[in-house]
């Protein structure tokens, strides 16, 4: 009876344990296809304990730690071993780097950070590789999961591109040298030669009016057009400069008053018979932090422009105005004006409005002015715009913001 009653309390016994154990097995295996799921990743992972101690890590994690640390060191990159600790141990990482990894990781686990990422490349025997490292904290504060991503790929086309833009960078630099300096060799003589011919008339040399003119003009438009091609490659390297991010700024405190009263005074010089009319606010200084010279190259083509689209005996307005905080420049003409869908357009690189007459040369034209100023000024924390009907003329406008009051 005794060892009858003690087999039933057995069978009894097993019968209350079975629950468990097909428990127990199912989440044994449930643990099987999270591992052969973690282990199908290429990504290095690897689960933490809330004290930064290794539970878990795949297939690539080990892989990767073949490849990055030393064979006395090898078997103490598994579980229980602390992350931290295999983040200094690795070859091929810099100590800093390793400090950067660790303080990031103690700041997921300890919840005073939702998150860590840190690239780093890894010198292996074999290779130069670089990893993305992603720290995410697992839910109710129960440790954290590490993952490397490999972004050795992306990294060389970055590095190729930086290499292409460096060399590019450097042709542009040679191709602007051998452009401008035949032009400077006809500019400077051209300059030369109206000098002394200007001497010679002011000497009362026995040279008529007419004679006078006759040598004077040819050599006026000479050098115009010397300057109107220094624009053009200026503006075309320029624009070249911008699509690799190069286009070099000098910021510093200067007057946009000043600014704006040289661009009009330089375009007069090359087109004297033009009117251009200046209202000025009455202010010592507008005050801006700027590149001076981009500033005096956008309105230089903003009026430019207005003298290209406008007759010849119309004049062309240039506004400056401030409040508190901004200061404005408008550039108005009495052209053929632009329909919406143009106003819109205008502002992109070599684009040209199509059967519009230029009724004064300026030298021709890349479609790049106002592309150039729009860059220009967006860099400057400033806006540009036009105000324009068709028929009935247009306003280029840019503002730009003061200087901060000290």
Same mark, same amino acid.
């Given at each position: 009876?005794?060892?009858?009653?003690?087999?039933?309390?057995?069978?009894?016994?097993?019968?209350?344990?079975?629950?468990?154990?097909? %428990?127990?097995?199912?989440? #044994? %295996?449930?643990?099987?296809?999270?591992?052969?799921?973690? *282990?199908?990743?290429?990504? @290095?992972?690897?689960? $933490?304990?809330?004290?930064?101690?290794?539970?878990?890590?795949?297939?690539?994690?080990?892989?990767?730690?073949?490849?990055?640390?030393?064979?006395?060191? #090898?078997?103490?990159? !598994?579980?229980?071993?602390?992350?931290?600790?295999?983040?200094?141990?690795?070859?091929?990482?810099?100590?800093?780097?390793?400090?950067?990894?660790?303080?990031?990781?103690?700041?997921?686990?300890?919840?005073?950070?939702?998150?860590?990422?840190?690239?780093?490349?890894?010198?292996?025997?074999?290779?130069?590789?670089?990893?993305?490292?992603?720290? @995410?904290? &697992?839910?109710?504060?129960?440790? %954290?999961?590490?993952?490397?991503?490999?972004?050795?790929?992306?990294?060389?086309?970055?590095?190729?591109?930086? /290499?292409?833009?460096? =060399?590019?960078?450097?042709?542009?630099?040679? @191709?602007?040298?051998?452009?401008? @300096?035949? &032009?400077? !060799?006809?500019?400077?003589?051209?300059? $030369?030669?109206?000098?002394?011919?200007?001497?010679?008339?002011?000497? =009362?040399?026995?040279?008529?009016?007419?004679?006078?003119?006759?040598?004077?003009?040819? &050599?006026?438009?000479?050098?115009?057009?010397?300057?109107?091609?220094?624009?053009?490659? +200026?503006? #075309?390297? *320029?624009?070249?400069?911008?699509?690799?991010?190069?286009?070099?700024?000098?910021?510093?405190?200067?007057?946009?008053?000043?600014?704006?009263?040289?661009?009009?005074?330089?375009?007069?010089?090359?087109?004297?018979?033009?009117?251009?009319?200046?209202?000025?606010?009455?202010?010592?200084?507008?005050?801006?932090?700027?590149?001076?010279?981009?500033?005096?190259?956008?309105?230089?083509?903003?009026?430019?422009?207005? &003298?290209?689209?406008?007759?010849?005996? =119309?004049?062309?307005?240039?506004? $400056?105005?401030?409040?508190?905080?901004?200061?404005?420049?408008?550039?108005?003409?009495? !052209?053929?004006?632009? +329909?919406?869908?143009?106003?819109?357009?205008?502002?992109?690189?070599?684009?040209?409005?199509?059967?519009?007459?230029?009724?004064?040369?300026?030298?021709?034209?890349?479609? #790049?002015?106002?592309?150039?100023?729009? +860059?220009?000024?967006?860099?400057?924390?400033?806006?540009?715009?036009?105000?324009?009907?068709?028929? /009935?003329?247009? +306003?280029?406008?840019?503002?730009?913001? $003061?200087?901060?009051?000290?």
């Amino acid at each position: 009876m005794i060892l009858e009653g003690g087999y039933r309390l057995c069978e009894q016994h097993e019968k209350d344990q079975q629950p468990y154990k097909q %428990a127990e097995e199912e989440n #044994l %295996a449930s643990n099987d296809v999270v591992l052969d799921i973690l *282990d199908s990743l290429n990504d @290095t992972v690897a689960v $933490l304990d809330p004290d930064g101690n290794i539970l878990v890590v795949n297939e690539a994690w080990r892989r990767m730690a073949c490849e990055s640390c030393p064979p006395d060191r #090898l078997e103490r990159t !598994g579980i229980g071993m602390n992350y931290l600790q295999v983040c200094r141990d690795s070859q091929g990482i810099s100590a800093e780097l390793a400090a950067e990894a660790a303080i990031g990781i103690e700041a997921v686990l300890q919840g005073t950070q939702s998150s860590f990422t840190l690239e780093y490349p890894c010198f292996s025997s074999t290779r130069q590789s670089w990893y993305l490292m992603q720290v @995410t904290p &697992l839910t109710r504060n129960r440790g %954290a999961v590490v993952m490397h991503i490999d972004i050795t790929e992306r990294k060389h086309h970055e590095l190729a591109l930086q /290499e292409a833009n460096r =060399r590019f960078e450097v042709f542009l630099s040679m @191709t602007s040298h051998e452009l401008k @300096t035949p &032009l400077a !060799g006809i500019r400077g003589n051209i300059e $030369l030669v109206l000098r002394r011919l200007k001497k010679m008339i002011h000497q =009362r040399v026995e040279l008529s009016d007419a004679e006078g003119k006759v040598i004077q003009r040819p &050599l006026e438009q000479a050098l115009q057009r010397t300057i109107a091609q220094n624009r053009l490659i +200026t503006d #075309l390297l *320029d624009a070249s400069r911008i699509g690799t991010n190069w286009l070099e700024m000098v910021m510093g405190p200067c007057d946009l008053f000043e600014i704006v009263r040289r661009a009009v005074d330089d375009v007069q010089y090359l087109a004297p018979d033009r009117t251009i009319h200046t209202h000025f606010p009455e202010v010592e200084m507008v005050p801006i932090i700027a590149d001076a010279g981009r500033i005096g190259q956008a309105v230089s083509n903003y009026l430019r422009n207005a &003298l290209k689209y406008s007759e010849v005996n =119309r004049p062309v307005e240039v506004f $400056l105005t401030r409040d508190n905080s901004t200061a404005q420049v408008s550039v108005q003409d009495e !052209g053929p004006g632009l +329909t919406p869908e143009e106003q819109q357009l205008v502002w992109e690189r070599f684009h040209r409005i199509k059967g519009v007459k230029a009724h004064y040369d300026t030298g021709g034209g890349l479609g #790049l002015g106002l592309y150039l100023c729009r +860059t220009i000024i967006e860099y400057h924390g400033g806006h540009v715009g036009v105000n324009s009907v068709k028929g /009935e003329g247009s +306003t280029f406008w840019c503002t730009l913001p $003061l200087a901060p009051e000290h």
